[in-house]
C-alpha cells in the first residue's frame, strides 16, 4: 500500500528558512511524480511546487518561485521542499501528493498534480511564519 508521510514542519521567523520532508511508501519515487499543495483554513488546497516523475522538471507556483527549491533522494524515497525567504503569507498546512506516472501541469502560475490513477497524500504538517 503506497503511502507518503511529511515531516519537518513547525513555527519560524519570516525572513528564515525550513526545509519539509515526505517519505514515499509502498513504491519507487522514481516513477511518481510528487508536489506540495497547502491549505489555510476557509480557502482551496493549492499547488505550490510539483516534480516530474523522472526528476527532470519541476515547476512552482509564482509566490514560490525565486524562494522555493524542490527536489528529491532516490536513494531515501524521499521529497524535499526547501523554504527561503518565508514571509507570513506562506503560513499553512502542507500536503504531499504523489502520483505514479502522473504529470505537473502549470499555467497562469498554478500548479497542479495531474493523475489519471489515484493520487496519495499525506496528512499534511503546519508551517507558521512569524513576524
Known amino acids: 500500500q503506497v503511502q507518503v508521510v511529511e515531516s519537518g514542519g513547525g513555527l519560524v521567523q519570516a525572513g528564515g528558512s525550513l526545509k519539509i520532508s515526505c517519505t514515499l511508501r509502498g513504491g519507487n519515487i522514481e516513477d511518481y511524480a510528487m508536489a506540495w499543495y497547502r491549505q489555510v483554513p476557509n480557502k482551496e488546497r493549492e499547488g505550490v511546487s510539483c516534480?516530474?516523475?523522472?526528476?527532470?522538471?519541476?515547476f512552482y507556483t509564482n509566490s514560490a518561485k525565486g524562494r522555493f527549491t524542490i527536489s528529491r533522494d532516490v536513494a531515501e524515497n524521499t521529497m524535499y521542499l526547501q523554504m527561503d525567504s518565508l514571509k507570513e503569507e506562506d503560513t499553512a498546512k502542507y500536503y504531499c501528493?504523489?502520483?505514479?506516472?502522473?504529470?505537473?501541469?502549470?499555467?497562469?502560475?498554478?500548479?497542479?498534480?495531474?493523475?489519471?490513477?489515484?493520487?496519495?497524500w499525506g496528512e499534511g504538517i503546519q508551517v507558521t511564519v512569524g513576524s
Open positions: 501528493g504523489a502520483g505514479r506516472k502522473a504529470y505537473c501541469l502549470e499555467s497562469k502560475g498554478i500548479v497542479v498534480l495531474a493523475s489519471v490513477d489515484p493520487k496519495y
Open positions: 516534480l516530474s516523475w523522472n526528476g527532470d522538471y519541476t
